[in-house]
């Protein structure tokens, strides 16, 4: 470690040295580099030989266009994201500029270079701001914003993405990658290959989001009552007789007298055989919607939808739903009208969208606590970026109570103090609710405050940004405001810098500390402080019977407050590692699963990708995909002369007159036959669109739906799959193994499905004109 940070600093000095030179060009001279380098590139040089000239060059850009000229610290870190790491810069210590020595390195290769920021207001904040250094370099730069009208959609991202650095949020992209994978033909795609991603708050988004399906629905499911059936059961149902309850109460599943109560409430037989599996899913969407989603932290309703809720930020996921059911769970629940059910067309979570680069860097306040998981799944290593001026921030120990009501009215005297001494603070809440509650207090205590949750995201960049203000009070929930600095007014300096107040230990260590980070950036005044009591949420993930009779015995004392506490401390600690370790399991088994979807959903993108991309080759794609389909329906030995009927009748013409001899007639007379009836029907069908071109673009859009309605079913199956498995592990088998051993077989049928439906849509469509444009196909 020491000796790979060595080689930083060195190649650190070298770009101050140099940078110091280019001081003495001219505003041209100093553009011109960028020609330069590009020629260079071309000539094969590599990015990485350029990394001091290029870093030298836009660090006195930064200088001559924003002002600002980036401290060594800063190009320290902007050397280590070069060569595959995460660098953890304490908050104030200037990401945004340090981002712009990689992305201007990197954006001299042409499109494909992203950074990817927490949200979409960052992303065009930082492009519009940064985005003036890379044009007077020569370098063009955009940032996705959303458009109304799809057409125009597909214009305009081609225009962004046509760009040598794109700023987005992880969202929208992985939205736009899924997209990208499911137009009809070539010239609707925008996106470039990828070549390297510098992720914002790279904690935040591959550690807390890393699980979070991006999902994109479309053809309707039938509409079904099991929703509302499924409810019915499980309220009637009783834990640790029917269904049992992680202690973290994450998970939950069905016990054997479950099973057997919703075979009788049901009335039917062997509920987990395939026959019942929709049922089956949906009793589980109702269980994981009545026992483990809890309103107002996992979702809000507003206007009658159910928004769901960012646990960590409180901020509200506009948009997102959940996936295969669970989102009408939760609406029937809720007492609301369900929202239609569609099926999942395309899917895929942060982890496996960002291992899609060739190379990845990123940029947090706290990635030390996480180093690991970082390396075995992404191979990023850690680079801890010293600060430019020594922090003088003070972090009170934490005060531990019994209770939490106790927890909260000493909190409040500290703020109250503060608040007459004109200082500004930052209180911290676990919730939604808590955030609520607290705002109540203060009211009541005639403190006037800025509320930063789920139902004021709108205001909260201007929130956070006057903070800072002497006497200014904000409740916020956790993260929220993330990505904007508080920046501190010459009166609240004077008054001790901004006081960080924190209601309660977050789960996860990573998440106190950046709260913490908050306060005293840049070598600025600031305090931190914690409150915590027994009755935490914290606490009670993990139930324990002596710290109940620890509250039970203390809880009507006139002492609230914990002396001695360090044991306590040390005790809040053991739970947030039981955490950290917890969800580090949950995202490799998210991972584990996902690798399944994710070799498939390459291979169906690159075939898709293959044919949306040939121009004369799709004639033998088909007669292929026919001959293949005949081998598979003759695979079956015991076909009658009513069912080869059948197959000619729906996969190829209906004008069809029963062959009688076929009968009795052997494996290679029938198929000799009906490769020769699909290949008439064929060229039947090509002299009804005597244009070539035409011809080729019914072809390839026949072939596309084909693909595209196979891989819309291997979707949602393999989310049904997954839920169904995940109940077999109380039959002492493996549920991974069984998920793996039936999404293979269910793979495999998906590609019997669309070389059959190639030929059926070839074959059996109903065609109108006979130009590209005018066109119009009925697909059987």
Known sequence: MHIRNNRYWRKTNQIVKLKAEYEQLSDEDLQAKTKEFRKRIQEGASLSSLLVEAYAVVCEADKRVLGLSPYAVQIFGAVAMQYHNVIEMKTGEGKTLTATMPMYLHGLSGSGNFLITSNGYLAKRDALNMGRVYRWLGLSVGYNEETEEEQDQIKQKKVIYSNDIVYTDGGTFGFDYLTNNLVSSANQQFMPSFKFALIDEIDAVLLDLATTPLVISGRPKGKSNYPILADKFIKICEKDVDYALSPDKKSVWFLAAGIKKAEKFFKIKNILTKEYSDLYCHLIFALQANKIQVRNRDYIVEDNKVILLDRNSGRKMVGMQMQAGVQQAIETKEGLENSPQEQVIASITYQNLFRLFPQLAGMTGTAKDDKQELMQVYRLNVIIVPTNKPSIRKDEPDKVF??????????????????????????????????????????????????????????EATMIKIAGQAGMITVSTSLAGRGTDIVLSPEAKKAGGLLVVGTEKMPLKRIDDQLRGRSGRQGQEGTTVFYTSLQDQLVGRFPSKKIAKKIARHE?????????????????????????????????MVLEYGEIARLQREAVYKVRGQIIKMNQELDQVVIHSMQKAIKNFLSNEDLSLAEINDFVCDNMTSEFKNETELETASYNKRERFLNRTALQALQAKKRKLANEDAWQYYLQLAIVKAIDDAWVDEVDNLEALRSVTAQRSTGQTNPLFEYQKEALASFNRMKDDIIRNIMRNVLCSEVSGSSVKGMQIYFA
Do not use: C
């Not at 955030?435 to 009211?443: P, Q, T, W």
């Open 556 to 588: 009507d004392d006139k002492q609230q407050e914990i002396k001695h506490s360090g044991r306590y401390r040390r005790f809040f600690r053991r739970l947030q590692k039981s955490v950290k370790y917890e969800e580090q399991s949950s995202r490799f």
């Open 402 to 459: 019994y209770t939490a009501k106790a927890k909260l009215m000493a909190s409040l005297e500290l703020v109250k103090k503060s608040y007459n001494q004109g200082r500004p603070v930052l209180i911290e809440t676990g919730s939604l609710t808590l955030s609520n509650l607290y705002s109540e207090m203060l009211l009541q205590a005639h403190i006037p405050h800025s509320l930063l949750n789920a139902w004021s995201v709108s205001q």
